[in-house]
């Protein structure tokens, strides 16, 4: 299993044309430096405006200096930089969506409890969208489970139900463990865990996601708090 010690990351900012992800893969392949992780997207800010943003994270290949090298001889590439990965630096993610009052409320306990672990070497970040409508929350929910690095996910409403409750049981199947406030609909019949204080969820899900806390959703499965 690779930890987050044995992978690497590049920015590459290229000319935004055909065949560049391509061009810039081959070279990677060539050295054996098996990508797990590509997002791309076109630089709208800046100087580089226009160009395109590729960015990898990648098992340790052994020899980065050379491999830098050739990126940047590739014809298109503009610029490569190597960094640590986004899990050395932002960590594990939890996502916390819902009704604004009630998300800053979960969200306060989340960022205090993920201080406590940040300052002894963890790395726990959390991420916030106030929504409402069954459709965009559904949308939001499904969502999760594409999410880099996404660990836990907070539901916190009043009511929520339906098509939200159908995404919440893609998103348990995909691995991810839900807590639900208690609130009016069906979801919290569908959530791992279902708690009434919205801080004291915030407080869990970062003690599930943390590597030295002892809490285990999996042990409370099916409880109400």
């Given at each position: 299993?690779?930890?987050?010690?044995?992978?690497?990351?590049l920015?590459?900012?290229?000319?935004?044309?055909?065949?560049?992800?391509?061009?810039v893969?081959?070279?990677?392949?060539?050295?054996?430096?098996?990508?797990?992780?590509?997002?791309?997207?076109?630089?709208?800010?800046?100087?580089?405006?226009?160009?395109?943003?590729?960015?990898?994270?990648?098992?340790?290949?052994?020899?980065?200096?050379?491999?830098?090298?050739?990126?940047?001889?590739?014809?298109?590439?503009?610029?490569?930089?190597?960094?640590?990965?986004?899990?050395?630096?932002?960590?594990?993610?939890?996502?916390?969506?819902?009704?604004?009052?009630?998300?800053?409320?979960?969200?306060?306990?989340?960022?205090?409890?993920?201080?406590?672990?940040?300052?002894?070497?963890?790395?726990?970040?959390?991420?916030?969208?106030?929504?409402?409508?069954?459709?965009?929350?559904?949308?939001?929910?499904?969502?999760?489970?594409?999410?880099p690095?996404?660990?836990?996910?907070?539901?916190?409403?009043?009511?929520?139900?339906?098509?939200?409750?159908?995404?919440?049981e893609?998103?348990r199947?995909?691995g991810?463990?839900?807590i639900?406030?208690k609130?009016?609909?069906?979801?919290?019949?569908?959530?791992?865990?279902?708690?009434?204080?919205?801080?004291?969820?915030g407080?869990?899900?970062?003690?599930?996601?943390?590597?030295?806390a002892?809490?285990?959703?999996?042990?409370?499965?099916?409880?109400?708090?």
């Open positions: 299993m690779t930890t987050d010690t044995d992978m690497y990351a920015s590459i900012i290229t000319e935004n044309r055909a065949g560049v992800l391509r061009d893969a081959t070279v990677m392949a060539d050295y054996r430096a098996n990508i797990q992780m590509i997002q791309q997207s076109i630089i709208t800010d800046g100087p580089n405006t226009g160009n395109a943003y590729l960015y990898f994270e990648f098992e340790e290949c052994g020899n980065h200096g050379e491999l830098i090298a050739d990126l940047a001889r590739v014809p298109s590439v503009v610029d490569v930089t190597i960094y640590p990965p986004f899990s050395r630096i932002f960590g594990s993610r939890v996502i916390i969506i819902g009704g604004g009052a009630q998300v800053a409320q979960v969200a306060l306990g989340a960022v205090n409890e993920a201080d406590r672990h940040n300052i002894r070497g963890e790395r726990i970040s959390v991420d916030t969208i106030p929504l409402v409508g069954e459709q965009d929350l559904a949308l939001a929910v499904d969502a999760v489970a594409r999410l690095r996404a660990t836990i996910l907070v539901l916190a409403g009043s009511l929520m139900g339906g098509e939200v409750s159908r995404a919440v893609r998103v199947a995909a991810i463990p839900v639900a406030l609130m009016a609909g069906s979801v919290p019949s569908h959530a791992d865990l279902v708690v009434t204080d919205p801080i004291q969820a407080v869990f899900a970062v003690m599930h996601v943390s590597g030295k002892v809490f285990d959703i999996n042990r409370v499965r099916g409880r109400e708090f």
